[in-house]
């Protein structure tokens, strides 16, 4: 499984979901999914050629409030993500270079409860284009693997302030990471931290605040079957600004959110099947619930 897993370390670094979030622009969903690497050797570096990553994920989310209650939001979001990689068998700093980018197409289904007056919207849209023009792996030992990079996050999608949601944010978002990877004995022992920062809309003077984002994965390696546990934590670091009369004059809460799950992956020919299913179990001025993401990853060539 060993050359399964560096392979799959090209696929994912901003694939699965997103959803409205409260802890950001009201109605803006996160530039990269909560859990976007969940299950892939992040620290390592597969070998030269061209790769195309395809994630479908399904999702059905409610909104919390600051004490974690429900507020009467729920959303049922479906997407599909195409991540193209590209490992030109460069050496940077020591390490292995790679580049990709991900295209993100989003439907969101939103409902209103009768105490919010009801009602439904929905979106169909492009979300955040990420393009991570530079991305180095290293290993430091036989087996284990380190990198780091940065994501630039396009305000590429439909954005209107008349929407009750939408698909990506009306801003840019630079996102630089570090990630680790244990590639022994069957294991791919992965942790993967990114730290967005957002620019302001200058539609209507609001700012984003930062986040952290931890993505973590334990899967063995078991009869050609890896499986495991999988999770994510976030936290929003910096409060939202809102130097405008946008939402009242208001902003939103810090976000706060555990998810834990099981993915497996499975080799099938020159293809790597992985499938991750996660429930958030800590939840705060964000949306969180059951998610089902299913990845393929391709190589096309060298």
Not at 125 to 151: A, H, K
């Given at each position: 499984m060993q050359s399964a897993k560096l392979m799959t370390a090209a696929g994912v670094l901003a694939l699965g979901l997103a959803g409205p979030a409260l802890a950001r622009e009201p109605g803006v969903p996160t530039s990269m999914p909560v859990g976007g690497t969940m299950g892939v050797p992040v620290g390592a570096s597969p070998p030269p050629g061209l790769y195309l990553s395809s994630r479908t994920g399904f999702a059905e989310f409610s909104l919390y409030d600051e004490n974690s209650d429900e507020v009467g939001v729920d959303l049922s979001v479906r997407d599909t993500a195409f991540q193209f990689i590209w490992v030109p068998g460069t050496k940077l700093w020591g390490g292995d270079y790679k580049a990709l980018t991900?295209?993100?197409?989003?439907?969101?289904?939103?409902?209103?409860?009768?105490?919010?007056?009801?009602?439904?919207?929905?979106?169909?849209?492009?979300?955040?284009?990420?393009?991570?023009?530079?991305?180095?792996?290293?290993?430091?030992?036989?087996?284990?693997?380190?990198?780091?990079?940065?994501?630039?996050?396009?305000?590429?999608?439909?954005?209107s302030a008349s929407e009750a949601v939408n698909t990506q944010g009306n801003f840019w978002t630079v996102a630089p990471s570090v990630g680790f990877s244990y590639l022994r004995d069957g294991w791919n022992a992965s942790l993967h931290a990114i730290y967005f920062t957002n620019t302001r809309n200058?539609?209507?003077?609001?700012?984003?605040?930062?986040?952290?984002?931890?993505?973590?994965?334990?899967?063995?390696?078991?009869?050609g079957w890896s499986i495991g546990p999988v999770?994510?934590?976030?936290?929003?670091?910096?409060?939202?600004?809102?130097?405008?009369?946008?939402?009242?004059?208001?902003?939103?809460?810090?976000?706060?959110?555990?998810?834990?799950?099981?993915?497996?992956?499975?080799?099938?020919?020159?293809?790597?099947?992985?499938?991750n299913f996660t429930k958030d179990i800590e939840h705060k001025n964000t949306v969180a619930g059951d998610r089902l993401w299913v990845n393929v990853t391709l190589p096309l060539g060298k």
């Open positions: 991900t295209i993100p197409l989003l439907s969101i289904d939103q409902t209103l409860s009768a105490g919010l007056g009801g009602g439904q919207a929905d979106r169909l849209s492009f979300g955040q284009i990420e393009v991570r023009p530079l991305d180095v792996s290293w290993q430091v030992e036989p087996g284990i693997f380190v990198s780091t990079g940065v994501s630039v996050f396009a305000p590429t999608g439909n954005w200058n539609d209507n003077d609001y700012k984003s605040g930062d986040e952290l984002v931890v993505n973590m994965t334990a899967l063995k390696d078991v009869g999770g994510y934590w976030r936290k929003q670091i910096t409060e939202d600004d809102n130097n405008g009369s946008a939402f009242g004059g208001g902003t939103a809460g810090k976000a706060e959110q555990l998810g834990l799950g099981l993915g497996v992956t499975r080799r099938i020919g020159a293809a790597e099947l992985n499938v």
